[in-house]
């Protein structure tokens, strides 16, 4: 039901800003936008007086005149006022859709490239919007940043081995140049093996640990035993135990 309610959702999406329309218009094409997003990308095209859609690309001149598409308002408001399912929404300790407006959906995917999280209604709509790049996406995290460069803005995807630390590619070039470097996929790879292997050796430390206690437990139970048999037998045939 809830993926319904998104794919529902996704016939009013903008695909400019991946948010429900707002002020919505249809241009010649068929295509609606936000009137701000449409508006935004022909000032973009002004020089060339040539204006073009951005899904489909068919191109117009002159510049088109812009109508609010009424009925489509009116069923984009009624979608806001429909409930949507609460599992969907972002609680404690969730990640949340960067894209998502007011109240944030749960976010399913994460794009390095971007620097955003979405849910799935708005990867989706990146997918589409993206299709035929290259674009990382990777399961859903909420430390994007600690992933980029901060100096080159570019995905840390390499290992310096010299100063064991993550770098972009121009780090590699820079300051990290003629370093001994590895993918940082290879590098985690190899720290993940290195850590089933020591997890193994942990595990089998502990194992024999609890071995040698059990056998001192049980050396210290047959003492006690023994001990209260001699306790239980009277002073003479003690002696004869002794002897």
């Not at 000032?43 to 951005?54: A, F, G, I, L, N």
């Not at 290195?194 to 609890?210: A, G, P």
Request: with cysteine; proline share 2%; net charge positive.
């Amino acid at each position: 039901m809830a993926h319904e309610n998104l794919v529902f959702q996704d016939e009013f999406m903008c695909s400019v800003c991946l948010d429900l329309l707002k002020d919505p218009v249809t241009i010649q094409c068929g295509h609606s936008y936000c009137k701000s997003c449409i508006t935004g990308c022909w000032d973009q095209e002004d020089q060339k007086r040539v204006y073009s859609c951005p899904q489909c690309r068919q191109t117009f001149s002159p510049r088109p005149a812009l109508a609010r598409n009424t009925m489509l308002a009116d069923l984009v408001e009624k979608l806001k006022k429909t409930k949507l399912p609460t599992d969907c929404y972002a609680g404690a300790g969730d990640v949340q859709c960067d894209v998502c407006t007011g109240r944030k959906y749960k976010a399913v995917k994460s794009c390095l490239m971007c620097q955003e999280s979405y849910c799935q209604n708005h990867l989706e709509q990146h997918e589409s919007l993206f299709k035929g790049k290259r674009h990382n996406l990777t399961e859903v995290t909420g430390r994007l940043q600690e992933m980029i460069c901060q100096k080159h803005e570019k995905l840390l995807e390499l290992f310096c081995c010299t100063d064991q630390k993550c770098i972009c590619v121009l780090c590699m070039m820079d300051e990290h140049k003629n370093h001994d470097t590895v993918s940082a996929a290879e590098q985690r790879t190899d720290k993940e093996k290195q850590l089933k292997e020591m997890q193994k050796t942990f595990q089998q430390r502990i194992q024999q640990r609890e071995k040698d206690l059990q056998q001192l437990r049980e050396a210290v139970e047959s003492h006690k035993v023994s001990l209260e048999k001699k306790r239980s037998l009277s002073p003479s045939q003690f002696r004869l135990t002794e002897a």
